[in-house]
C-alpha cells in the first residue's frame, strides 16, 4: 500500500494529469455505475486503467477507459471494427463494464476479488482460489501486477478523496471542465465525417474528440444502425476560467 500511495505521489504529471481529468469524466461515470448496482469506488478501477485518457491503447491492444480487449468488448456488446470501435465510447464502454463486473461478482461475491479479475481474467483468479483453498483474491499469491492492481485501486481511492494530504492543490480553472454538447441522432451513413462537422459549426477534430469511437473519416453504417453523435456547443467550447464546475471541492485550494 505504501508503495502505490508513492507511485501516485511522485508521478507528479501524471498524478496531475488524473485530477485534472477526473474533473471532466467523474461526472459521466458515477451515475452510470450507480444505475448499474456498482460501487462507487470502481471509478478508481477506470482510473488506474488507463490514468483517465479515453484514447488510452495499450500494446496488447486494450483499448479506453476501461481498457477493452476487442473480444471481450464484443462480447459485452460493444460494437468494435475498423470503422466503429465503441471501447473509446465512454457511456457505453462503462456499461460494458459494469455488466462484467456484475458478472464477476455473481461468481465471487466480493468485490476486490471482481477488481482482480477485471486484470488476470475470471479463469486465471477462479483457478488460483480453488489451487490455494481461499475466498478471496487478497489471499492469493499473484503476480506482482495484479496484487499492486487491487491496492493501487485502494491508492487511489485514498489520493483522490484527499489529494491536498500527499502535497497536490489546484485551482478550479486548473481542472478540464466537461463539455457541454448536443446530442444528434443519426440512422444513415455518414460520407464525409470533415464536411458533417463543418457543416455543424465545428471541425472534424472537435467532433473526433468528443466522439472517439469514430475511427474513420466516415460513418459507414452499413447495417441501419441508430448512433448519437456528441456535437459540442459553442458555449462548452469557450468556458469562462473563473466559472469552470469543480466536481470535487477537495481537489482544489480553499
Known amino acids: 500500500m505504501d508503495r502505490e500511495l508513492m507511485a501516485f505521489s511522485y508521478m507528479h504529471s501524471t498524478t496531475l494529469l488524473m ?32 490514468n483517465l485518457n479515453p484514447f488510452a491503447r495499450s500494446s496488447a491492444g486494450a483499448a479506453g477507459l476501461w481498457q477493452f ?14 470503422n466503429i470501435d465503441e471501447r473509446y465510447h465512454v457511456e457505453k464502454a462503462t456499461v460494458a463494464a459494469c455488466k462484467y463486473l456484475k458478472d464477476a461478482y455473481s461468481r465471487y461475491g466480493d468485490w476486490l476479488t471482481v ?18 483453498e481461499v475466498t478471496s483474491a487478497m489471499d492469493l499469491w499473484l503476480v506482482e501486477e495484479t496484487v499492486r492492481y487491487m491496492f493501487r485501486i485502494i491508492a487511489a481511492k485514498q489520493f483522490f478523496s484527499d489529494p491536498a494530504k500527499f502535497g497536490f492543490i489546484l485551482r478550479a480553472d486548473q481542472l478540464y471542465p466537461p463539455i457541454p454538447y448536443e446530442k444528434i441522432t443519426v440512422k444513415t451513413s455518414i460520407a464525409d465525417l470533415a ?31 441508430t448512433y448519437t453523435l456528441h456535437i459540442p456547443t459553442q458555449e462548452g467550447m469557450h468556458y469562462d476560467p473563473n466559472q469552470i464546475p469543480v466536481h470535487n471541492k477537495n481537489w482544489i485550494a480553499p
Open 19 to 50: 485530477i485534472k481529468r477526473a474533473n471532466r469524466y467523474f461526472p459521466v461515470i458515477e451515475p452510470i455505475l450507480k444505475e448499474n448496482g456498482i460501487p462507487d469506488d470502481f471509478k478508481y478501477l477506470m482510473v488506474i486503467e488507463n
Open 69 to 82: 480487449m476487442e473480444a471481450t468488448g464484443r462480447e459485452y456488446g460493444l460494437e468494435v471494427n475498423k
Open 115 to 132: 477488481a482482480a479479475s477485471y486484470n488476470a481474467g475470471k479463469g486465471r483468479i477462479s483457478s488460483e482460489l480453488s489451487k490455494q
Open 195 to 225: 464536411r458533417y462537422a463543418k457543416d455543424k459549426g465545428i471541425t472534424y477534430y472537435q467532433l473526433i474528440d468528443a466522439n472517439p469511437w469514430l475511427r474513420s473519416t466516415s460513418l459507414e453504417n452499413k447495417t441501419g444502425r
